[in-house]
T-cell receptor, first 115, second 116 residues
Framework: AQTVTQSQPEMSVQEAETVTLSCTYD???????LFWYKQPPSRQMILVIR??????QNATENRFSVNFQKAAKSFSLKISDSQLGDAAMYFC????????????FGKGTKLSVKP | KAGVTQTPRYLIKTRGQQVTLSCSPI?????VSWYQQTPGQGLQFLFE???????NKGNFPGRFSGRQFSNSRSEMNVSTLELGDSALYLC???????????????FGEGSWLTVV
């Protein structure tokens, strides 16, 4: 069975600085997708970024980028120029390929942004 | 395009009662899945429906059930409520069209259930 591990329960960053959230996963599959979701206090789960396992190039979305190390089964999220609105729970998630299969989530990392 | 819509947003039920939660997926999305989020267990998958058929099911007791209608709207039902069923229930949808877009799951705002 696949598992997702986020080893940092809480992180803190100064506004305008950069922070990296860690995520590792375990799978024997070759076709899968990885996601980072943000959950602010409103509890809405918001997609931040996604990565296809077959793509070597790391995904980027504006200030958000990932470091995808397939062999190491690592998928970290880097947030550049942190803003107060980035404060939230961040969840790393795995989904098997083939358009089926549920998301498997890590426990989450609570990110605080200091002004 | 409207997002995933869940109703009701908040509800309080008594132990032993039953509850029905509703979810309307993003237009064009045929897959609807449900997740339970609690402080202790985190985010756990309940079940997924596609074209009115349950395609995947998580490890939850039979008190948790769901269905999907021909317009892709979905409902989940919890019978004989227990205190431990208090949670945020998240509905999500995806297009199932293949590739990264088809495999991306989008969430609603959730339904907060409190069992007293």
């Amino acid at each position: 069975a696949q598992t997702v591990t986020q080893s940092q329960p809480e992180m803190s960053v100064q506004e305008a600085e950069t922070v990296t959230l860690s995520c590792t996963y375990d799978t024997s599959e070759s076709d899968y997708y990885l996601f980072w979701y943000k959950q602010p206090p409103s509890r809405q789960m918001i997609l931040v970024i996604r990565q296809e396992a077959y793509k070597q190039q790391n995904a980027t979305e504006n200030r958000f980028s990932v470091n995808f190390q397939k062999a190491a089964k690592s998928f970290s999220l880097k947030i550049s120029d942190s803003q107060l609105g980035d404060a939230a729970m961040y969840f790393c998630a795995y989904r098997s390929g083939g358009s089926q299969g549920n998301l498997i989530f890590g426990k989450g990392t609570k990110l605080s942004v200091k002004p | 395009k409207a997002g995933v819509t869940q109703t009701p947003r908040y509800l309080i039920k008594t132990r032993g009662q039953q509850v029905t939660l509703s979810c309307s997926p993003i237009s064009g999305h045929r897959s609807v899945s449900w997740y339970q989020q609690t402080p202790g267990q985190g985010l756990q998958f309940l079940f997924e429906y596609f074209s009115e058929t349950q395609r995947n099911k998580g490890n939850f007791p039979g008190r948790f059930s769901g269905r999907q209608f021909s317009n892709s709207r979905s409902e989940m039902n919890v019978s004989t409520l227990e205190l431990g069923d208090s949670a945020l229930y998240l509905c999500a949808s995806s297009s199932q069209g293949g590739g990264s877009t088809g495999n991306t799951i989008y969430f609603g705002e959730g339904s907060w259930l409190t069992v007293v």
